[in-house]
């Protein structure tokens, strides 16, 4: 049982990705996104309850949609009018203990998958 993202890539300023995780044996109650740019932190972006609720980062509030499909166990996030400050790997999370953009809430993380956005 693994996390795979995937929908990573290179984008110019203004555009848009759809990332996606397959969360098999782990499509648990709390799932979020996290990212991680060069040289900084990883940080919060999304969490979403198995209900639907949905927490964002106020950097991506308006511009990016967590989602899940828990029929398919599949966790997404969709980035619109994306900004150059946004690159960085993103990676997906299960298994949190609450509706929350820290890292130390949740258990099981995916590898990531690279987004790059340029000017």
């Not at 990573?8 to 799932?31: D, E, F, I, M, P």
């Not at 996290?34 to 639907?52: L, M, N, T, W, Y």
């Not at 964002?56 to 969709?78: C, H, M, W």
Request: glycine share 12%; hydrophobic share 30%.
């Amino acid at each position: 049982a693994q996390l795979v993202e995937s929908g990573g890539g290179s984008v110019q300023a203004g555009g848009s990705l759809r990332l996606s995780c397959a969360a098999s044996a782990y499509n648990t109650y709390y799932q979020g996104w996290f990212r991680q740019a060069p040289g900084k932190e990883r940080e919060g972006v999304a969490s979403i309850s198995r209900s639907g609720n949905t927490l964002y980062a106020d950097p991506v509030k308006g511009r990016f949609t967590i989602s899940r499909d828990n029929a398919e166990n599949t966790l997404y996030l969709q980035m619109d009018s994306l900004k150059p400050e946004d690159t960085g790997m993103y990676y997906c999370a299960t298994g949190g203990s609450a509706l929350s953009l820290e890292s130390s809430d949740f258990r099981h993380w995916g590898q990531g998958t690279q987004v790059a956005v340029s000017s």
